[in-house]
């Protein structure tokens, strides 16, 4: 074999280094990673419009009020998030069932919705940090004694047709009677016209009731295991998510999220939002 001269060598060799310095300069993001240019609050920003899905058939969380506006607390977050944003809101009827389509199919930028965090649920979504904590209580008459499941035996609890909620109370081996309603609506009017000793729902929903009737009142008692409700949001989006995190972190540390709370179900907020393990 022929010796290769030495400035062929040297040619060869500045090829080589020159492909090694393109490489180096060339940034490759690894499949899937998020970046701000195309995170969904750039896009947000460039549209100069906030797309907030909400369920609006769920007072005071969500619903459409005298002058058929969106109202409600997650509507007044919404418009809290869209004006530190300075953009338009607009707030997209949702359904339980079509929240994480939407935000899927990118028809919503973030969806509020009562939207509690799971594991199934994170397998397709993400979720930021919690603004508002749920269990179940018992909604009834202040003039009834009643203070807590303990002393519902022998007595009528209203649920709404295809819940399981008053199994929560057989599970305590409190022997009570169910009786099932239509609506919540309708369970509720049980209570008020003595049809039935209380109904047992989503302690924010009944706080809310409460305030609306002052001679109904909310028992002090969680009986199931807490539910941490959230923002959802398109997965793999970090920017985004890391930019509605600290939107949270601000109005709960101004205690503007609690005013709010306050506002709707006319109560403090009952659990903390950090829970301590």
């Known amino acids: 074999m022929k010796p290769v001269k030495a400035s062929a060598k040297f040619a060869c060799l500045l090829a080589a280094t020159a492909v090694l310095a393109l490489a180096g300069c060339t940034k490759v993001n690894p499949p ?33 009020n005298k002058d058929g506006q969106p109202d409600g ?18 707030v997209v009827n949702t359904t339980s069932a079509n929240r994480i389509p939407n935000l899927q199919t990118a028809k919503v930028d973030v969806v509020f919705c009562n939207f509690t965090r799971n594991l199934e649920r994170a397998k397709e979504i993400a979720f930021t940090t919690p603004y508002v904590v749920a269990s179940e209580a018992l909604l009834v008459k202040k003039s009834s004694g009643i203070q807590s499941a303990k002393d519902m035996a022998n007595r009528t609890i209203a649920t709404v047709k295809g819940s ?14 169910i009786q099932e309603y239509d609506s919540s609506e309708a369970a509720i009017l049980a209570v008020k016209q003595g ?16 305030k609306l009737d002052p001679d109904l009142v909310v028992t002090n008692e969680a009986l199931v295991p807490l539910e941490y409700n959230a923002f ?4 793999g989006d970090q920017v985004w998510l890391n930019y509605l995190n600290l939107f949270l972190f601000n109005i709960n540390a101004s205690k503007q999220n609690a005013e709010l709370y306050k506002k709707w179900f ?3 907020p009952r659990y903390p ?5």
């Open 266 to 268: 006319g109560t403090d």
């Open 73 to 90: 607390y997650d509507v007044d977050l919404a418009k809290e998030l869209a004006k530190e944003m300075g953009v338009k809101l607009e």
């Open 195 to 210: 049809q039935a000793d209380a109904m047992i729902e989503d302690n924010n929903f009944l706080a809310y009731q409460a």
């Open 32 to 64: 899937g990673q998020d970046t701000a240019s195309t995170s969904t609050l750039q896009q947000v920003l460039q549209r100069g419009t906030l797309r907030v899905g909400d369920c609006l058939t769920f007072a005071p969380f969500g619903f459409y």
């Open 164 to 177: 399981t909620n008053g199994d929560e109370v057989r599970s305590m081996g409190i022997p009570v009677k």
């Open 273 to 277: 939002l950090n829970p301590q393990f």
């Open 232 to 235: 959802g949001v398109k997965a």
